[in-house]
């Protein structure tokens, strides 16, 4: 329920996270973001009850909702495109880090001093975090914001917050896949109204304009979205195949993990030579190509393959995922002028939150559906298999939207022209 309030809170707020940049100052928003995110962390550790808890992370989730956005326009504004690639390598190691950190640190400090202290942990770095930005971070003039699009952010947040619950319910069964349907069909209606609302309004809460732009349409709607779905699924679908499908103990399938994840990091030094060399357009195609041949061996991997197999499935999977996320996120803001930072990273935030969960949603899905079809009581083995291949044929058709991109887009940042 905690992680639900949260991501919930965080795709209701986000529509107005670039309105509020505008109108308050990227600095002043962020440092008042981190603190309320900050504050909201020591309040969950102090909850005694579930209510408490849910309100306390409804806060991280607004919290949150804001900071990712304005901390990239932030980025964005300080940063020559020429030098954008190493900003994205950088900015791109903590997303990169938390999923093996996380799991490890967070089980240890439950195990050990308790589950409060997962969330006290962000004190002193939220603290340290708003000091560093008061002091390193240039001080710029709001640029001024129109009148506050209210109908816009309510069809917006109403909208999104319908269509990402349903979504995370749909592998449900009886009354509550009804539910599901329903609110995955009402969100969808009312996000169409609200893009026909943005569409119309002089000074929308969320500028659609920055889409036209090539390298933002191609890295945050098609076929970037896909990518980032299929990459969302792998915490949550890696873990079920070694524990179900391989017989693996929780803490052994933790350190198998650990291989897909390094291998995450370990690529990263090389990221922005391997996209000078190749430019955009080709490494996020053929490295597409590899991201689904890496898929291929969970389709075949079972009790009996070795050790050395194993390891270097994850590794060969963690390389092509951090390569092809790198490019993405770096590509997005290519051809994106000054003045559409901001809303341009609303744009990737709020497409990024929903390519998560439509990402954790489907394969849920496919679970369950396969499971019934298969007459198993529980998912085994021959129902993972057949989602990783189902997963490889979806990046392969967002491989193919790849080769339709311009061979110079990105040349800016990228150096490489044809």
């Not at 529509?15 to 100052?25: C, N, V």
């Not at 890295?219 to 679908?237: E, K, N, Q, T």
Request: aromatic share 8%; glycine share 10%; with cysteine.
């Amino acid at each position: 329920m905690g992680v639900t309030a949260y991501l919930l809170a965080s795709v209701a707020i986000s529509p107005i996270s670039a309105w509020m940049a505008m109108k308050f100052g990227e600095k002043r928003v962020m440092c008042l973001a981190v603190a309320f995110f900050t504050l909201s962390s020591l309040l969950c550790g102090l909850a005694e009850t579930l209510p408490m808890f849910v309100c306390a992370r409804i806060g991280q989730g607004l919290a949150g909702a804001v900071m990712m956005p304005v901390g990239m326009s932030i980025i964005l504004r300080h940063t020559p495109k020429g030098d954008l690639m190493k900003a994205q390598s950088v900015t791109v190691w903590p997303a990169l880090s938390a999923p093996i950190i996380g799991p490890v640190l967070g089980g240890y400090l439950t195990e050990t001093v308790g589950w409060r202290w997962n969330f006290w942990l962000n004190l002193p770095i939220g603290i340290l975090a708003v000091l560093i930005m008061l002091r390193v971070v240039p001080a710029e003039p709001a640029e001024g914001a129109g009148k506050l699009d209210i109908k816009g952010f309510v069809l917006c947040g109403t909208g999104l917050t319908c269509l990402l619950s349903g979504l995370q319910r749909i592998s449900e069964t009886g009354t509550e896949q009804i539910v599901a349907c329903g609110l995955t069909i009402a969100g969808a209606i009312i996000s169409l109204s609200a893009v026909r609302h943005l569409k119309a309004h002089p000074t929308p809460i969320l500028s659609l304009e920055p889409l036209k732009r090539a390298s933002l349409r191609y890295a945050a709607f098609y076929p970037g979205l896909i990518f980032r779905a299929v990459f969302s699924s792998a915490p949550f679908l890696l873990p079920l195949f070694l524990q179900l499908g391989l017989g693996f103990s929780p803490m052994q399938a933790g350190t198998w993990l650990l291989a897909y994840f390094c291998a995450n990091l370990g690529i990263k030094p090389w990221t922005s030579t391997i996209i000078r060399w190749g430019g955009f357009r080709n490494v996020l195609f053929f490295n597409g190509l590899l991201v689904a041949v890496s898929l291929l061996p969970f389709t075949l991997l079972n009790t009996q393959t070795s050790p050395v197999l194993l390891g270097l499935s994850l590794v060969v999977a963690g390389l092509c995922r951090s390569l092809q996320l790198t490019s993405l996120s770096t590509m997005a803001f290519a051809d994106v002028s000054h003045n559409e930072r901001s809303k341009a990273a609303a744009i990737m935030s709020i497409l990024g939150q929903a390519g998560s969960t439509v990402g954790v949603a489907i394969t849920a899905f496919g679970l369950a559906m396969l499971s019934h079809v298969y007459g198993h009581a529980s998912i085994s083995l021959r129902e993972l298999h057949m989602v990783f291949l189902m997963t490889a044929v979806i990046v392969l058709i967002g491989t193919s939207g790849f080769w339709k991109m311009s061979r110079d887009l990105g040349a800016e940042i990228s150096g490489k022209r044809s």
